[in-house]
């Protein structure tokens, strides 16, 4: 039994992977208390700690936490970059849409402090369950767009709603995609999870308190004020796409391969 696991195909490893957190997903569904992170987080520990120690590695060799100076500086450095981007992509969205906005005179300190370990908890986790055991056992045993895509679609998934129209669901598809093969990148260029930890950290928390459209939060650092445009496809969505190309391009063209067996 070990031996037919171990010299499995590495995407039915995967398919197995998700197959079990899409039954989670079901349970969770019925048992309201379960629909939370840390169950799908626990799920996935396990399943990577079991795949892992059949094949005598451990847990460790994921890369989820940082273990030297340049991982810490994979970190910081991700998570500038996300915060940036996110910068960017605002500017971008307000020079299309005209919106008016304003800066927020009331900032509320235990909402940025909450709003930030709440992110780093949801980057974290998603990048352990994605660009984890997964995605690192398929580029093993594939090449790198094969990897990339084999993930982008079950991270996409993970962000469709119920209810949610067609064209919605095809407009999540396409942007989550961009955004896992961003993060997958990051993981391909340094050989551990603090990178890619960072950017989706970032990202995250930027958006959070710097909405690019109105209904954002009150609490927020930026508040759009006033709005006469239709948003669409164009003066949203647009910019998005364009930065998260450019940052692919320059972390592909400019970030030197770190870590072993760098490719």
Known sequence: MKNMIINAPAWIKVLCYFLILWVATLIAGTVPMLNDFIFFFTIALLMSWAFLRLENRSLVSIGFWPKDKNTI????????IGIMMLIFTF???????????????????????ITFLMCLWSAFVQEFVFRGYPFQELLK????????????????????NKGMETNDIILVMLSTGAGSVLFGLAYIKTKNLMFPIGIHLGWN??????????GGKNSALVI????????????????YFLIIL??????????????????
Do not use: C
């Not at 594939?142 to 079950?154: D, E």
């Open 91 to 113: 500017i971008l969205t307000i020079l299309l849409t005209k919106d008016n906005w304003k800066l927020n005179t009331h900032i509320n300190l235990i909402f940025v402090i």
């Open 141 to 160: 045993n594939y090449r790198s767009w094969v990897a990339q895509l084999l993930i982008a679609i079950p991270f996409g998934l993970m962000h469709i």
């Open 73 to 80: 500086a994979d970190f910081f450095g991700g998570l500038g």
């Open 246 to 263: 450019i940052a692919i391009i320059a972390i592909w063209k400019i970030k030197k391969p770190t870590g072993k067996n760098s490719v």
């Open 205 to 214: 928390y930027a958006q959070e308190l710097i909405p690019r459209t109105t």
């Open 224 to 239: 759009i004020i006033d709005s006469h445009t239709t948003y669409n496809m164009f003066n949203v969505s647009f910019p």
